[in-house]
């Protein structure tokens, strides 16, 4: 891991919020235009928190998925 692992990982403070933001509104434009809704508030927001928590992850060991996928020849 590199100095740059631990600046996206502090990244990660605004990233996992502004994702859970997101999709809490993604989803609240969809039950406003006529979609059922499958879970609470509540429940769309801890989704959100997770997508987020997987972004940031994701975002901040892409150099070690990268090479695992390279390694894999994928």
Do not use: C, H
């Amino acid at each position: 891991m590199n100095k740059y692992t631990f600046r996206r990982l502090a990244l990660g403070i605004v990233i996992v919020p502004v994702v859970a933001s997101a999709w809490f509104a993604f989803v609240a434009v969809l039950i406003g235009l006529g979609a059922e809704p499958t879970d609470t508030p509540s429940g769309v927001w801890a989704n959100g928190l997770g997508l987020g928590v997987m972004a940031t992850l994701v975002l901040a060991f892409w150099e070690q998925i990268n090479a695992l996928f390279e390694k894999w020849g994928l």
